[in-house]
């Protein structure tokens, strides 16, 4: 089991709504061209992230499938919403200083360490 952090980035509709979209769906779309597109796989856990102006994790959930051509993304399962959103600069407060951990993310999927996931965690639930 793997973990990741799918950033949701960009411009038009608000990012809170089209995460929303997303997570009311069970699907979320990723381009086949992200790196780690093609290692996503069922049970891998991840941390849903809303990139600037937002920086807040709203959601995590496990992935239901790989990524699949069919959908263009992949499918989730197990997802819990975060009311309200956790900031970035409270999760990363929670990581060790050993952790390379960044507010801002180049990539729309982005591998992340276990402890970083359970950080994120730790923090939604305090």
């Known amino acids: 089991m793997a973990h990741y952090l ?5 411009s038009g509709q608000s ?14 779309p990723i381009d086949p061209t992200e790196p780690h597109a093609q290692a996503l796989a069922s049970g891998d856990q991840v941390l849903i992230y809303l990139g600037p102006p937002e920086r807040v994790f709203i959601a995590h959930a496990e992935l239901a499938s790989p990524w699949t051509d069919a959908t ?6 197990h997802v819990e ?17 050993t952790e390379n951990a960044q507010a801002d993310f180049p990539r729309a999927v982005v591998r992340i360490t276990r402890v970083e996931y359970e950080s994120a965690l730790s923090a939604a639930t305090n």
């Open 6 to 10: 799918f950033n949701l980035t960009g």
């Open 72 to 77: 263009q993304g992949v499918l989730l399962t």
């Open 81 to 97: 919403r975060w009311t309200p959103p956790i900031p970035m600069e409270t999760v990363l407060a929670k990581i060790p200083p």
């Open 15 to 28: 990012l809170p709504d089209q995460a929303a979209a997303f997570l009311r769906s069970n699907t979320w």
